[in-house]
């Protein structure tokens, strides 16, 4: 089974801090993502990988940066935290190919900037 | 970003059928997918169909795609109280794409006793 692991399950920042998220994934996926998720609105992706250094913006990118120095691992990265930014995040990897490729979730991070 | 709509609840009694509704934008979407998240957790994929299929039933769940129309439902039998869930349908954009998925924006599933 695909494992998706996320450092913290919850978290908790002041405003202007620099916070960082990580996430590791198994199962030698190319493609990894990261997505915010608030009610209502469901999941919104911030930014996606889809190699070693390589980065693409999601819909949802400001304020936010990410970093995958190995291909295992994708960092999220507040840079300066603000309250609008608590919320759900969901880290996802997935195999680059055709056919049926899910994404595969890890168990998120609740984030609190108070 | 594409828009995939769901209603947001659904309310059911213990035992009936549950059918949450979805509709995606893509019609180029060539698979698409349920996903469960119970309170405080990930997503769990539950199913998926791919896009030259009408139908697919995987035990209690059947799905139903009717591409013309782009609605895709998710359908389950016998519901219990432990299907008490939000749950997201999903379209794949595709290889071409990074493989990146489109989200709605869940249907929080309430199963009465």
């Known amino acids: 089974d695909v494992k998706v692991t996320q450092s913290s399950r919850y978290l908790v920042k002041r405003t202007g801090e620099k916070v960082f998220l990580e996430c590791v994934q198994d199962?030698?996926?190319?493609?990894m993502f990261w997505y915010r998720q608030d009610p209502g609105l469901g999941l919104r992706l911030i930014y996606f990988?889809?190699?070693?250094?390589?980065?693409e913006k999601g819909d949802i990118p400001e304020g936010y940066s990410v970093s995958r120095e190995k291909k295992e691992r994708f960092s999220l990265i507040l840079e300066s935290a603000s309250t609008n930014q608590t919320s759900m995040y969901l880290c996802?990897?997935?195999?680059?190919?055709?056919?049926?490729?899910?994404?595969?979730f890890g168990d998120g991070t609740r984030l609190s900037i108070l | 970003g594409e828009d995939v709509e769901q209603s947001l609840f659904l309310s059911v009694r213990e035992g009936d059928s549950s059918v949450i509704n979805c509709t995606y934008t893509?019609?180029?979407?060539?698979?698409l997918y349920w996903y469960k998240q119970e309170p405080g957790a990930g997503l769990q994929l539950l199913t998926y169909?791919?896009?030259?299929?009408d139908m697919k039933q995987d035990q209690r769940l059947t799905v139903l795609l009717n591409k013309k129309d782009k609605h895709l439902s998710l359908r389950i039998a016998d519901t219990q109280t432990g299907d008490s869930a939000i749950y997201f349908c999903?379209?794949?954009?595709?290889?071409?794409?990074?493989?990146?998925?489109?989200f709605g924006s869940g249907t929080k599933l309430n199963v009465k006793p």
């Open positions: 990988s889809y190699d070693v250094k390589m980065k």
């Open positions: 996802a990897s997935t195999q680059i190919g055709q056919g049926n490729q899910p994404q595969h």
């Open positions: 893509d019609s180029s979407s060539t698979y």
């Open positions: 199962m030698d996926h190319e493609n």
């Open positions: 999903a379209e794949s954009l595709g290889i071409y794409n990074f493989n990146k998925f489109y």
């Open positions: 169909i791919f896009s030259n299929m």
